[in-house]
């Protein structure tokens, strides 16, 4: 052996050490991250938990054939400006499955923010909901935990470092770990070892995953710190004076017609109405990739249809293109319904891993003061008499909090966060 090899007791050191800082990174914070994670994947399919939650917003896709086609953004706008001519909106969402209404953002009477949904087949107004929904719940616990905007924000996206350092502490512990992909945990397996197998095979599979979540956490944190790009469309502003909104469809239709002529290519995603006398603001997806619906900006008269400003995605600085990537790589929403649901298996993975992690150290622990009690009440020669010593080992579930850093702070801003969702419900 060269003197420059490492001895096997100086490997088994290393990796020692990095399985202390693996254990140690991934365990800390386990429970606010399990949180966060659950929040997130739930989040995926945020607007299907609303579909379960509100009547309102469902609709039967009608078969091939008279009727199956989607009516017209002007026509959808315009009757739920008919059945609610008092309110004034703010955005509508058109790109929805195909099983949901079109939904209306609208202020009322009254100041309050409520949900119009239109179904987009026969443009019939299927009532109105409160603004605050699941979908709601889901964002802003995942994304700050519902404390004021740069507080929480910064909590979450911190935790992107110890998810990436638990990554890339993994590596040195587990030999040729790439053998792993396919060694499932087997069904005889004991306790322990089979949740340890699990947490491994699971921890690989999601690696791309991790990978991603940890760097968009990572850019959350430096824009929300000063390193936000400028917003795609910010050239275009103070915006110029346009006609007011109508509200017939015919004309509504003929401008947005109007506009959208020359880019065959543009699919429109949504309206945003500004306020009186500016312009019908459209967003929607081109020819960028990785670009969120706003990097596509048109601005136009709402009654003439005049173009008065535009943006397009890939005429957008690199500082930019990577604040727009982030979303949809965050979220899976660049793919369509498949990469949703990848990503929503993904989070499932993830979330297990915060679990099965804090679980094997439970196991390990309990495992550990059970041993040391054996041979503490055990003679030599004699049968074990287990817990002689009068050192009862804890059940698992009675050691899940040993090991966590500030438990109870985790706990308190998780129970704050449920807390405020049950305020925002009821008001």
């Not at 008919?82 to 100041?111: C, H, Q, T």
């Not at 109105?128 to 924000?153: D, I, S, V």
Request: proline content about 9%; glycine content about 8%.
């Amino acid at each position: 052996m060269s003197p420059e090899a490492p001895t096997p007791r100086a490997r088994t050191g290393g990796r020692r050490r990095w399985f202390n800082l693996h254990s140690w990174v991934g365990l800390k914070f386990s429970l606010l991250f399990f949180f966060v994670s659950l929040t997130g994947t739930l989040a995926v399919y945020a607007y299907e938990l609303d579909w379960l939650f509100t009547p309102a917003l469902r609709v039967q896709a009608p078969e091939s054939g008279e009727g199956a086609e989607r009516q017209p953004p002007g026509t959808l706008l315009a009757a739920a400006l008919k059945e609610y001519p008092g309110w004034r909106p703010s955005f509508m969402y058109l790109n929805l499955p195909d099983y949901m209404a079109a939904e209306l953002i609208a202020v009322n009477e009254d100041g309050e923010r409520r949900r119009i949904y239109v179904n987009p087949y026969t443009a019939e107004v299927q009532g109105h909901a409160n603004w605050y929904n699941a979908h709601r719940f889901l964002r802003e616990a995942h994304r700050h935990l519902m404390l004021p905007l740069q507080w929480g924000l910064t909590i979450v996206t911190l935790l992107s470092f110890p998810l990436l350092l638990s990554m890339i502490s993994a590596f040195p512990i587990f030999k040729r770990w790439w053998r792993g992909f396919f060694k499932p945990p087997k069904p005889r397996d004991p306790p322990r070892r089979w949740w340890g197998n699990l947490h491994r095979w699971l921890g690989l599979w999601s690696l791309p995953f991790i990978l991603v979540i940890g760097l968009t956490g990572i850019w959350y944190l430096v824009e929300k710190w000063g390193g936000a790009a400028p917003a795609a469309g910010a050239e275009l502003r103070p915006l110029p004076e346009a006609n007011a909104l109508p509200r017939d469809a015919d004309t509504l239709n003929r401008a947005i017609e109007r506009a959208l002529k020359p880019w065959p290519e543009y699919q429109l995603d949504s309206l945003w109405f500004p306020g009186e006398n500016q312009p019908l603001i459209l967003q929607g997806q081109e020819k960028a990739l990785l670009v969120r619906p706003r990097a596509n900006t048109l601005l136009i008269d709402p009654t003439t249809g005049e173009s008065l400003g535009r943006v397009h995605g890939e005429q957008l600085s690199l500082h930019q293109r990577i604040a727009e990537a982030a979303d949809p790589l965050h979220f899976g929403t660049f793919g369509g319904q498949p990469t949703r649901f990848l990503w929503f298996l993904f989070g499932l993975m993830l979330t297990t891993l915060a679990a099965s992690g804090t679980w094997i150290y439970s196991l390990r622990l309990t495992s550990g003061r059970s041993h040391r009690s054996r041979r503490a009440g055990k003679p030599k020669g004699a049968p074990a008499v287990p817990h002689l010593s009068g050192v009862v080992p804890r059940s698992p579930w009675r050691t899940l909090w040993q090991g966590q850093l500030l438990p109870w702070p985790q706990m308190a801003l998780i129970l704050t966060c449920l807390i405020l969702a049950l305020v925002n419900i009821g008001s």
